[in-house]
């Protein structure tokens, strides 16, 4: 198995979330074309979506073609499409995400174009072995569960390449994190 890295960039992105003393074990970046291959069948499904609205709506409500109704419905769709790329190009920003792992927390710096943020999650509150999406290509998605009275969301290391080295180092973390949770 291989051993989980520090990927150089992926460093600097979450740096500014770690605290005095704590250190990194394990850093990483979504891999961008992954990310994107997943991004463009949404925005494909959308499209589609939009495009058999429009169609619907034309041939359900029949607008006049000599009134406005026409041009408000092909606006209407054209519109959506449009919204569609849009929420692309914006979720393109991703792949100026980067995670981390440190001996007590999960860092994730989300580089999304419109409000960038970081996440962290302690890792004595995550609850089971994380599970590993495999996206086909030697990429894979790690979701992270976390304890009760916690967030609903998953989180989730989008398309990193040592998706099993990492668990595996999860695993240990949560285990030398148990004995001290238990002592405090």
Known sequence: M??????????????HALAAGEELVWAGRPNPAA???????QAVIAVVLMFAAGVFAVVVIKPDTRSDGIWF?????????????????????????GYGLTRRRAILYLGHAVSPRTETVDIAEIVDRPLIKDLGDGH????????PGETDEDT????IADAEAVVALIQRLRADAAPAAKSA
């Open 2 to 15: 291989p051993e989980a890295r520090i990927d150089p960039a992926a460093r600097r992105l979450v740096a």
């Open 35 to 41: 990310l994107m291959r997943n991004l463009w069948r």
């Open 73 to 97: 419905v092909l606006g209407s769709t054209a519109a959506g499409i449009a919204l569609a790329a849009l929420i692309v190009a914006l979720s393109a920003g991703r792949k100026q995400s």
């Open 140 to 147: 894979a998605n790690v979701t992270i569960r976390i304890g």
């Open 156 to 159: 989730v290391f989008q398309a």
